[in-house]
């Protein structure tokens, strides 16, 4: 497992360090593709702005040739001798069909318009006379006229009686094209981008969407410097452009310029694409990598997994794990000390489980020599004095009883031996009730005279049912209230016994109003042979208590002790662990 949570630290490092790096390199590459984009698109602009020059340049000039043929024609020239508005009218729709322009208009030379012919023909002679006068008074030919929702770009050419240099003016002849949807197409591919004629806030005719229309109608058309955009960023209908603006002519109070728009998102459309591509190889390199990375590290954490293995396996008590150290590396180095070390601990383990087994049996011996001794001291010396003949039958009783009680400790240390000796195994759990144990320990309490007058008092709390060896639960219970009651008063002793149920354990407190536990026994209280103030005691009670309560799963502790009373607490599985159960069948 170590050495898996190592490959993993690898893994994600690299998937780590490779994300890093493949997000990094998509910022970078997209910055640097974009800027790139920005400047192609700005070139463009400047190119569609000169392409477009070029493109009217010659359109004006054969728009301006085109005027001056016309005007040159006699025929013309006889009309507009006539000064027959009639006349004039009806012979000029001949001449606008010659042409192919989108609007004709004759006028005399006080400025009086003759005729007048325009697609559509709702513009009318009217219409035209309030026109020709700024067409006149600037010494120019082209001019621009925005009448009735259309946009004509036209041309002044003097109508002459005789020869040009004559100056004889008999009228005047205006051609005009108008600005429609076919010409903005030609002229948006001609440019290769998107254009609008606008006019004021009127945006005459243009190769955007409506919705785009509508919002570059909002748009300034100048910038804070004063002049036209230039390749400035503007967002029309969620779409971005990059716009160049040329002004065209000023009419009345209004500016009539041309806009060059190029859309920035689907020049960088392709973007997606390439991020697509640098993904699908970020993620083949993650992959590539991760994989180097996880045959590299199997060499390196495949030693090391042997060596935790072998770590886990001296914290269960093995010592005879195989070990591995191959090369000359840290790691084999690292395997080579630590299976010395292994050898020198379990060595030195045994060292001292044998001292102290040799330790434990010397005051074992000690212990029980001593006891025994004095056990039979007693029996030796009562059997001795039974041997005279001048006792009463009430010494001989006395006598008898001294004998019963010494046979009897050497019984209970014996007994108690065993039941330290014994395993886990010899359990016999049957289910039942755990006051019925905690009701027949009292009863071998009660059955000291010495101890009738101190108040036991039960209580439970819960269910307190489960599966016990009741007969090793009761010595239990019986040893621990037999030393409650040594330690209370025999005329005012207290001892509280509370059962109650947590979950899937059963905790029993035993609770005297003793003078405590000793200060100089309280460390080793559950070690064997440990005894204070008891003068027949064999310090084997609270050791063999300790030792059934583990049997069963549980433990026993003390929870508080002072001059005021001590409590001890039992806690024990109401439910039986499988080796139990299986015990228990054995048994039946």
Known sequence: MAGIRLRTKFLLSMVAVSAALTFATLLVVRHTVEQEVRLGIQRDLENSVSAFHNFQQQREATLERSAALLADLPNVRALMTTHDPATIQDASRDLWQLAGSDLLLLADASGKVMAL???????????????????????????????????????????????ASGQHVLGYLLLGYEIDDRFT??????????????????????????????ELRHVSPRTAAGGPPQGDEIRLGGELFLAT???????????????????????????????????????????????????????????????????????????????????GDEVAEVTGTFDRMRTNLQRTQRELLDAERLATIGRMASSISHDLRHSLAAVVANAEFLCESNLTPLQREDLYAEIRIAVDQMTELIESLLEFSRTRESLRPTYGDVRSAVERAVQGVKAHPEFQRIRIRIACDGSTEGWFDFKKLERALLN???????????????????????GENLEVR????????????????????????????????LTVVQKILQDHGGDVAVIQTSTSGTTFRLNIPLSPSAENVLTARHAT
């Open 185 to 214: 197409r030609d002229l948006s591919r001609v440019a290769a981008s998107e254009v609008a004629f606008r006019y004021g806030d009127l945006i005459v005719r243009s190769t955007l969407k409506p919705a785009q229309e509508s």
């Open 245 to 327: 603006s040329v002004d065209l002519a000023t009419v009345g109070d209004r500016t009539l310029n041309l806009w060059v728009l190029k859309s920035f998102d689907q020049a960088t459309a392709f973007l997606s694409s390439l991020n697509e591509l640098l993904l699908a190889l970020g993620l083949a390199a993650v992959l590539a990598g991760s994989l180097l990375v996880f045959l590299i590290s199997h060499t390196f954490t495949r030693p090391l997994e042997n060596l935790v293995a072998g770590v886990r396996a001296l914290e269960m008590g093995d010592f005879a794990y195989p070990l591995q150290a191959h090369g």
């Open 117 to 163: 012919q325009a697609t559509p023909p709702e513009i009318t002679v009217r219409d035209g006379q309030d026109f020709f006068p700024h067409v006149v008074a600037p010494d120019e030919m082209r001019h621009w006229w925005y009448v009735e929702g259309h946009l004509y770009e036209v041309f002044l050419q003097n109508i002459y009686f005789g020869p």
């Open 510 to 541: 035993i609770e005297d109003n003793g003078p405590g536990i000793a200060e100089a026994v309280r460390d080793r209280l559950f070690e064997p042979f440990a005894s204070h103030g008891k003068e027949n005691g064999t310090g084997m009670g």
């Open 480 to 502: 621990l209230l037999l030393n409650a009651c040594e330690a209370v008063s025999s005329d005012s002793g207290k001892i509280d016994i509370a059962l109650r149920r947590q």
